[in-house]
């Protein structure tokens, strides 16, 4: 009996965190955030790495950029406008952790987005930002 | 079917943690944690702590995994102990406007950290109010906060290495441990 309790809960718990930190590549969040382009802008073709760098580096009506915390080069480690805390880098190519949860991503998104621009982005311009952080070489 | 796992689950963490006895050592140190910040108001706190050995550590011996890991993100997760229950509701209930910044969480979310936090919040009789009379915000804007550190020069606070007094960690070695002691304080030069 006890052993079957031990059982069934050690699966549910493994079953219950496998739901939540339900891990992507940045390819397959990159490839979602294109799919949701099509349908709201007229003749997309693709994500720009260079309109995402420009939007990465320019402010947008506040004192913050992008790069403010997380530095004009993403390969590196930033640091918090306010608080000087580290924050690791932000390109996926230098640091594995990045863009593989959808919900955390959406989350940063749309905190950052709106100390930024005061607005949150749209899927154009997360995935512009995404194009330029992928395709950082180390 | 979902209600019976959660009994399950539910059940073995409490055997678990019962057999480990976390809860009677829990409950003990937040005693002596809150009756600890009461008697500090009135003098210099200096000696008692020898004998009181961990009561200093503020509410993070039972420490909560989303806690730590969305209140940490910006600067080091500032344990409940710090803030009575009334001004982490108010600071929870205000987050996309949390000191300048965008901090807001989704309510799943928010339904683990505010319990964790209220539950393991400062004495009652530590709440503070501001001028307009809300809750107290800031722990460095406390009085409790400034008489522990009334010895502690303007310059020091605006050193480069500090910066401001909400970074406990660059005097406080072990903060992030929610040891405040001042064996581990180390003023940085």
């Known amino acids: 009996m006890v052993k079957n309790i031990l059982l069934i809960t050690l699966s549910v718990v493994t079953l219950a965190s496998m739901n939540t930190v339900y891990a992507e590549t940045p390819q397959q969040i990159l490839d979602n955030y294109r799919t949701q382009a099509k349908t709201e802008v007229a003749n997309f073709k693709d994500f720009s790495a260079t309109n995402g760098e420009t939007f990465f580096k320019n402010t947008h009506g506040s004192d913050w950029s992008c790069a403010t915390c997380h530095t004009s080069n993403p390969l590196k480690q930033g640091k918090h406008a306010s608080t000087s805390k580290a924050i690791d880098p932000l390109s996926p190519n230098a640091n594995a952790k990045r863009f593989t949860e959808p919900a955390k991503v959406e989350k940063w998104f749309k905190r950052n987005c709106k100390d930024v621009l005061k607005r949150e982005c749209t899927t154009l311009e997360k995935g512009d930002v995404m194009a330029y952080l992928m395709a950082l070489k180390p | ?189």
């Open chain 2, 1 to 189: 079917m979902r209600k019976l796992h959660k009994f399950l689950v539910l059940g073995l963490l409490a055997t678990a943690l019962t057999s480990l006895g976390v809860f009677q050592a829990y409950a003990d140190d937040d005693e002596d944690e809150k009756q600890e910040y009461s008697e500090h108001k009135g003098d210099k706190g200096r000696g008692e702590h020898g004998e009181k050995g961990e009561a200093k550590n503020l509410g993070v011996k039972l420490t909560n995994e989303t806690w730590k890991t969305e209140c940490s993100a910006c600067h080091m997760a500032y344990p409940p102990g710090l803030l009575p229950a009334a001004s982490w509701q108010a600071l929870m209930g205000d987050l996309p406007n949390h000191f300048g910044t965008d901090a807001s969480l989704d309510d799943q979310v928010m339904k683990e950290i505010l319990p964790f936090l209220t539950e393991n919040a400062a004495s009652e009789r530590r709440q503070e109010t501001n001028k307009d009379g809300k809750p107290m915000l800031r722990i460095t804007e406390t009085q409790w906060f400034k008489k522990e550190h009334d010895e502690i020069s303007a310059a020091t606070w605006k050193s480069d290495k500090v910066k401001s007094a909400s970074n406990c960690l660059a005097c406080h070695t072990t903060a992030e441990q929610g040891n405040f002691d001042e064996d581990n304080v180390k003023i940085p030069r």
